[in-house]
């Protein structure tokens, strides 16, 4: 258990979810997940997917950056979890998901990119999404070399403006103007978990707790694996992740 305080829903949220769930019934939500190492490129891939969708792109670490950027006792708490690459406790990261999938704003659905990251966060989105009476579309597995993970960790450079919050590399994807976010102009940074204890520390956590994932997905038949090299285009994985969605979402 953790020692901050998470609220529990106020009344108008209460009633915005209620509404939610009517308007679901008629136009049901598409729920995605992105899976992929840290640095696999699950950020870009998102951007380039939920617009074609109509859907939001939600990612868990921003969510949690953006609370560390307000100051909240919920920022205070995950900050140093997360400098060292180590997993806020899950009532937290769900409880962040929740809220933002709650929103209005984002009833069209979303793709998940960093969540879920265990098998045990895998069934608490199953229960939150069959709760509203819904379930996933499509989970894509973005496949990276570990040795290209970390040489695109270490050269990510991402939006220091955690309500934008989009990653570049000074190599493969530089911003058209050096230091610069090309969609919002806010300064970018180094984030202080791309460092190299941090970054290994990541990956183990990946392969013990996260690379389980990718057999459970399969199972199901939600999962399609894309190759990504730092070498390969990226144009590709966007074109077959957009074409798995189009098919699932025929399925559904
Ligand atoms: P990301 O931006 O996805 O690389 O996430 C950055 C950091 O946020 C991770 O290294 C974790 O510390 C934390 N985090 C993000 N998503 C989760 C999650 N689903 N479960 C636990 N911790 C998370």
């Known amino acids: 258990m953790t020692k901050v305080e998470l609220k529990p829903l106020t009344v108008s949220e209460r009633l915005l979810e209620f509404a939610l769930r009517i308007y679901w019934k008629f136009r049901p939500p598409v729920y995605g997940v992105l899976m992929g190492g840290p640095g696999a490129g699950k950020g870009t891939l998102a951007e380039g997917l939920a617009p074609d969708l109509e859907i939001a792109h939600t990612s868990t670490g921003n969510l949690l950056r953006r609370e560390i950027a307000a100051g909240t006792a919920i920022g205070r708490f995950v900050a140093p979890i997360m400098a060292a690459g180590d997993f806020v406790p899950d009532e ?3 409880y962040l998901l929740a809220r933002e999938l709650r929103q209005w704003k984002n009833r069209h659905g979303a793709i ?3 969540f879920p990251r265990s098998l045990e966060q895998a069934e ?3 229960r939150l999404l069959s709760g509203w009476g819904s379930s996933l579309t499509a989970v894509i597995l973005i496949a990276v070399p570990e040795a290209d993970l970390i040489e695109r960790i270490a050269g990510r450079r991402t939006c220091s403006n955690s309500d934008c ?3 570049y590399h000074i190599k493969f994807q530089p ?3 050096d230091g610069i976010c090309d969609n919002c102009g806010s300064e970018l940074i180094q984030r202080s978990d791309d460092n190299e204890v941090s970054i290994l520390n990541r990956l183990a956590i990946y392969n013990e ?3 389980p994932l990718v057999g459970f997905y399969d199972r199901s ?3 399609h694996r894309v190759s990504s090299t730092n070498s390969g285009g990226k144009e590709d994985t966007l074109r077959q992740a957009r074409a798995f969605f189009s098919t699932q979402r025929k399925k559904g």
């Open 92 to 94: 937290i990261t769900l």
């Open 112 to 114: 998940l990119d960093g």
């Open 124 to 126: 608490l989105l199953q």
């Open 165 to 167: 919050g989009r990653s």
């Open 175 to 177: 911003p058209s103007k």
């Open 209 to 211: 707790k996260t690379a």
């Open 221 to 223: 038949g939600l999962l």
